[in-house]
């Protein structure tokens, strides 16, 4: 190979939009939970592109999903059927609360498609008055404009108005405020299980069971942003079992498909059918190689596999807690299964990132305070040490 990373991040640099904070180094090739940069240095990828490559690099059987299908017909938009997307679909409602399927590419498109799915649901039942969202504090839900105008973090919204109107927004898990804010006037109640881009924030046990509780009684609908938490991330194929409850509504992205882009949109059947022929639409939405990879997932995704996920997530628990209590850097740790937040006492999250970086781990900071773990699900426990070794090495300096 003749590019360095240094060669290629200088060409980015002339011609990509600046709009990322990129590490400076080029990813070439990938296997299980490994990948080697342009130079040839290998890393323990415990980011997994953003918890989108949920079973590993170069997975086996999801090249062969992919091969199998791009052999056949890679396109056909949805003027005719596929039979992969069929069949995931089917794989999605056997496994969920949700009876039918919409797809589209990632999880801003997939919110995007939720929150037109909730304002129609009420114009449909006759009260197209009932336009109000309730929306979480520190949530994330995409950067389009529907999806950003839901998702509460003001740093991002500044500067693009006028957003879409309509979004109000309470603390999250700040039970008294739920209660004061959803009434006959509420659409819905729109929130992740868990909060990924807040740094892995978890609700008190009793939030989501209230907002079930109480979208039910004033028929507002509850709609669950798990393109982060679903697809096995915290042990469970859905984040919101551990709660307890089923939404009416749920987006999902992110580990769907193993890294292939693809976003889906799961709904009951009494809400899905109010989006008759054309009212939503998506060009590549349900492509073949996507649905087909996304069907080898889920047949991956089975009891063993989740139940590793929580050994090995405890492992990771543990070996950070350790972190802990050897190092005042580091305040605490949290979440769920292989998704968990390394929260520090200092403004040391950049310089960690690129501290682990150069001792072969990949991580990823949120805010200065945070770093997130979110390997392969796929991934052993001899890497699972080796990940708390080199965190330990990293924050130490
Ligand atoms: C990443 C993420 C999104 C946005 O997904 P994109 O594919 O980047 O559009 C939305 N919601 C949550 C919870 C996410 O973590």
């Known amino acids: 190979m003749t590019h360095s990373n240094q060669e290629l991040a200088a060409r980015a640099q002339k011609v990509l939009f600046q709009n990322y904070r990129t590490q400076p180094i080029a990813l070439l090739r ?37 091969q199998a299908q791009l052999e056949q017909i890679w396109h056909a938009s949805n003027l005719y059927y596929t ?7 089917e794989h999605l409602t056997q496994r969920s609360f949700a009876d039918r399927v919409f797809f589209c590419n990632s999880g801003a498109e997939a919110n995007e498609g939720m929150i037109k799915l909730a304002r129609h649901f009420h114009v449909v039942n006759g009260q197209p008055e009932r336009v109000e969202i309730l929306c979480m504090e520190n949530s994330f839900h995409g950067r389009t404009m529907g999806a950003l105008a839901a998702t509460g973090q003001p740093k991002y919204q500044q500067g693009f108005g006028p957003l879409p109107g309509g979004f109000k927004f309470i603390k999250f898990g700040d039970v008294d405020a739920l209660r004061a804010n959803v009434g006959p006037h509420t659409c819905a109640v729109m929130l ?50 551990w709660f307890g409850v089923t939404p009416d509504v749920m987006s999902l992205a992110k580990g769907i498909a193993g890294g292939m882009p693809l976003g889906a949109i799961l709904a009951k059947d009494h809400i899905a059918k109010v989006l008759t022929p054309g009212t939503h639409a998506s060009t590549f939405g349900g492509n073949p190689i996507a649905t087909a990879v996304a069907c080898a997932v889920m047949e991956q995704l089975d009891d063993a596999l989740l139940s590793q996920i929580q050994a090995r997530g405890e492992q990771l628990s543990k070996g950070l807690a350790g972190l802990q209590q050897k190092n005042p850097k580091i ?23 690129g501290k682990a970086r150069d001792l072969g781990l990949l991580v990823n900071g949120i805010g200065e305070r945070i770093l997130r773990i979110a390997p392969p699900l796929t991934i052993g426990a001899a890497e699972i040490d080796q990940c708390v070794e080199i965190l330990g090495k990293a924050l130490a300096e």
């Open 30 to 66: 990938g296997e299980g939970s490994f990948v080697w940069d342009a130079d040839g240095k290998k890393y323990l990828d415990c980011i997994g592109g953003i918890a989108t490559v949920s079973l590993g690099h170069a997975n086996k059987k999801l090249i062969a999903a992919a």
């Open 331 to 353: 305040a605490g740790e949290r979440g769920m299964g292989l998704w968990r937040g390394l929260l520090l006492n200092e403004d040391l999250a950049g310089k960690a990132v």
């Open 192 to 241: 992740e299980p868990v909060q990924g881009e807040a740094g892995v924030l978890m609700p008190p046990k009793e939030f989501l069971p209230l907002v079930r509780e109480l979208t039910t009684k004033y028929g507002a609908l509850m709609l669950l942003d798990e393109v982060q938490g679903g697809m096995g991330r915290t042990g469970k194929l859905w984040c919101h079992e």
């Open 83 to 89: 039979e992969p997307q069929i069949r995931l679909a």
